[in-house]
């Protein structure tokens, strides 16, 4: 072991080891020390306005995008603290299950759609208790021994109550077998991708997966949006999709994408890195024109 997976590995056995009760202070004391630095604070910025910039009246753009900002850097430590509590996230409320467990009941498979937003990571796990376990739709990377610490725990927390990660590089046929064992794929949008659609009033690049696989398949899609009320976190699962309701995958997928959006926009802070999680168009082709689309990553 080198010695900086030594540093990460104790370093994360001491954050595990913080009680609960302190967790609240210590996110805060994160918050304020993050925000102090002016490249957090300009990143920040820059990742809300581009949820906010064509959603929001333009006056008090700039103070509202400043709000949400200061929001999304403590949400974003608080979800750094969190994943070496598992506890905290294994158990989320969940509601509509029966839209999961009916959709899984057509002997079809089901395709368990979401994107990086709010306590996903935990939403899986939550799930699986009640269950229903998914397949996860992850990154190779994300599997092999040179993955970081922290990484690795993200991926234990979604495998947890009986959760399985599968990579990505099975491809669509390995998901399409899985489909039509009956299994729960999960998978995200919200990768850099090929296909455009649009989100928050932008032209923006998703993964075509979810919706390829649901269209080649026939399974339903499921889609799973992270959210939140006076009781706290709470995972929603909707009404499924039939992909043959839909006239070509491209309009089930802008069907998919325009669930996440009510939520993301509702809780813009909660969104993970959504510069990073959206590709930016070359040109600005035809709704419904498919370039190549790609399998979508967790």
Request: contains cysteine.
């Amino acid at each position: 072991m080198t010695v900086d997976r030594r540093a990460e590995r104790l370093a994360a056995s001491v954050r595990s080891r913080v009680p609960t009760a302190l967790l609240p202070a210590l996110v805060a004391a994160r918050t304020r020390l993050a925000w102090r630095r002016a490249s957090v604070r300009e990143d920040a910025r820059a990742q809300m306005r581009f949820l906010l910039e064509h959603t929001r009246p333009a006056a008090g753009l700039d103070a509202e995008v400043d709000r949400v900002a200061r929001a999304y850097v403590r949400y974003q430590a608080r979800r750094g603290e969190l994943r070496w509590h598992p506890e905290l996230l294994t158990s989320l409320r969940v509601d509509g299950l029966g839209f999961l467990r009916g959709a899984r009941f057509a002997g079809r498979g089901v395709v368990l759609n979401f994107v990086h937003h709010g306590y996903y990571d935990g939403a899986f796990p939550s799930i699986a208790r009640l269950g229903v376990p998914a397949h996860m739709v992850v990154h190779p990377y994300m599997l092999g021994p040179e993955a970081p610490v922290w990484l690795q725990q993200h991926v234990r927390i979604g495998t947890a109550n009986g959760g399985t990660a599968v990579s990505s590089a099975v491809g669509t046929d390995g998901l399409l077998d899985l489909l039509r064992r009956g299994q729960v794929v999960a998978i995200a949008s919200d990768v850099p991708g090929r296909t455009p659609v649009t989100l928050a009033g932008r032209r923006v690049l998703g993964s075509f997966g979810a919706a390829r696989l649901a269209c080649d398949s026939g399974a339903p899609v499921v889609v799973l949006t992270s959210e939140e009320d006076d009781e706290g976190p709470l995972v929603r699962l909707h009404e499924p999709l039939d992909p043959a309701d839909h006239a070509s995958p491209h309009e089930l997928l802008q069907r998919m994408i325009a669930i996440h959006e009510r939520v993301l926009l509702r809780w813009p802070e909660a969104t993970d890195l959504p510069l990073s999680r959206w590709g930016t168009p070359v040109d600005d082709p035809e709704p419904g024109s498919e370039r190549s689309p790609e399998v979508g990553r967790a």
